[in-house]
């Protein structure tokens, strides 16, 4: 199996870059990671719009959320090695193109349907767009405590776009139409398109090795028939032949990838990388880690919308707190990772997340106040600061210098599958939760077929044909739609809190104490 380099010299460049012109070049890049990273966030304070715009049951609101991280995971190692072999600089301006059409066509979408093929396509264009720009980097900044500090910032731009995304999409709900949290993608890529055109000189790598088009196929389908499984399950039965079947083939076809990949003379990814517990653990550490933080953000946004009666904007200064906590955590967490070690910084990140998590669903019931929850928000904030940075370090440093890409690459593919699996399963687990509740509070009442699909298929749903109801028979189906959904919350959030409680366990098992 060859190694797989996405940014290994030998290298051709258009030339050394000048000081100032190299910075000018990190702020173009840099413009582009947060829009892109902004994308994984910003729509969640507005899956509550969609519920009344376009009547997207649960399980499509989880499709929504997670066909752009899905394409995203599994196009960006092939990404990374597309930008190597034919052009860093030409690569990256397909993917802006390809994201803003698929921020345009989002936007413009009269369907849930079209909405998830949109997100799709924006998914590939950020697949080719964050590898590049890594890619980018590390030709421009030859000097290495130069390039350090680039790829700190650029990776702390990332992290700011998903800290920031709900409280923007509150901003833009507050003063526009649902669309606009997709539009808003449009004229940022377009100046940095603009600017990439101008300032970043072009490059790639003479000896990289050709793309893995195979391995990309395996991934995304696996990927996307696993999700399937999770998030209809509620819908179709979790014991349903549709649900075994698909979830069965999505097992046969991963293990193909894993296959496909070993045997490889040009693999997308390395599996030889994993059997460093640097990068296999603290990858792991990610995936479980993002697991419980998209997923609660994408319970937590309905939450506060549909049971609290806040405006998407509340919302989201609601949510800025976790989002402050993580930023000032994420500063502090290197002087603690040097001070007490890596595996005692992830491990504690983790179980911050999952001690949060608990919290949250210790106080959810009817009663719930957004103050009962605050604690919880701060532990996940603080623990996710201190998490994702030194997990990142350790996956990145633990590969060849010349092989930075790809682990840079491959730590973004942990965050995007562990986020798209938390919004997946604790979606899956709260849908499950809240359609049995309210099919035994509509035992012995009439209610129309339709209005039976839309109480089931979302509180949002429900919450409308209460309104539409009236008197005492809205008050009670209100009344019912919300409990059912805060007893789901209270499952899904406590499994959140396993899964990264059973990763802290993991690393300080596992992961090394300190990097080498």
Not at 183 to 206: E, H, M, R, W, Y
Request: charged share 10%; aromatic share 6%.
């Amino acid at each position: 199996m060859g190694p797989v380099r996405f940014s290994a010299p030998p290298t051709v460049s258009s030339r050394d870059e000048p000081f100032t012109r190299r910075w000018s070049v990190l702020v173009v890049v840099c413009v582009s990671a947060l829009i892109i990273n902004l994308d994984n966030t910003i729509l969640n304070v507005a899956l509550p719009t969609l519920v009344r715009k376009l009547h997207a049951t649960s399980s499509e609101l989880q499709w929504i959320v997670d066909s752009y991280a899905m394409v995203f995971a599994g196009l960006l190692l092939v990404g990374g090695s597309l930008a190597d072999r034919f052009g860093r600089k030409r690569v990256f301006l397909i993917g802006l193109t390809v994201f803003a059409g698929g921020s345009v066509g989002a936007a413009l979408s009269g369907s849930v349907d079209f909405l998830i093929t949109w997100r799709a396509v924006m998914g590939a264009g950020a697949a080719l767009t964050i590898p590049s720009s890594l890619s980018i980097l590390n030709d421009v900044f030859r000097d290495t405590k130069q390039r350090a500090r680039a790829i700190g910032v650029w990776g702390g731009t990332i992290g700011l776009g998903i800290a920031i995304g709900p409280i923007a999409g509150g901003l833009l709900l507050a003063n526009f139409w649902w669309g606009s949290v997709f539009l808003v993608n449009v004229p940022i890529t377009v100046a940095g398109f603009v600017g990439a055109l101008v300032l970043v000189p072009d490059s790639k790598n003479p000896s990289a090795v050709r793309p893995d088009p195979a391995g990309a196929v395996l991934s995304v389908a696996g990927l996307g028939l696993l999700l399937w499984a999770i998030i209809e399950a509620p819908t179709q039965g979790w014991a349903s032949d549709e649900v075994l079947g698909v979830g069965l083939a999505s097992l046969v076809v991963l293990c193909t990838f894993v296959v496909w990949e070993a045997r490889s003379h040009h693999p997308m990814l390395n599996l030889g990388f994993f059997s460093d517990r640097r990068f296999s653990i603290a990858a792991a550490a990610e995936c479980l880690g993002t697991f419980g933080l998209l997923g609660a953000l994408f319970l937590l946004t309905q939450f506060l919308q549909f049971d609290l009666g806040l405006s998407p904007l509340e919302a989201g200064v609601r949510i800025l707190p976790l989002a402050g906590v993580l930023v000032m955590s994420a500063v502090l967490s290197p002087v603690l990772a040097r001070v007490a070690g890596i595996k005692v910084t992830v491990a504690a990140g983790m179980a911050a997340i999952a001690g949060g998590l608990w919290q949250i669903s210790a106080v959810s019931s009817l009663a719930t106040t957004y103050g009962n929850v605050l604690p919880g928000l701060l532990l996940v904030g603080l623990g996710a600061g201190m998490l994702l940075p030194t997990a990142t370090n350790s996956v990145v440093g633990s590969v060849p210098q010349g092989d930075s890409g790809i682990g840079s690459a491959a730590n973004a593919v942990a965050l995007q599958v562990g986020g798209a699996l938390g919004v997946a399963v604790i979606g899956s687990v709260l849908s499950t939760r809240y359609q049995d509740h309210m099919a035994a509070a509509l035992v012995g009442r009439h209610v129309p077929l339709a209005a039976t699909h839309a109480i089931l298929g979302s509180l949002g749903g429900a919450l409308d044909v209460a309104a539409s109801a009236g008197g005492t028979t809205g008050e009670f189906l209100t009344r019912a739609a919300r409990a059912a959904f805060m007893s789901g919350s209270q499952v899904s959030l406590a499994v959140g809190a396993l899964v990264a409680a059973g990763g802290a366990v993991l690393v300080l098992i596992r992961l090394p104490t300190r990097s080498k």
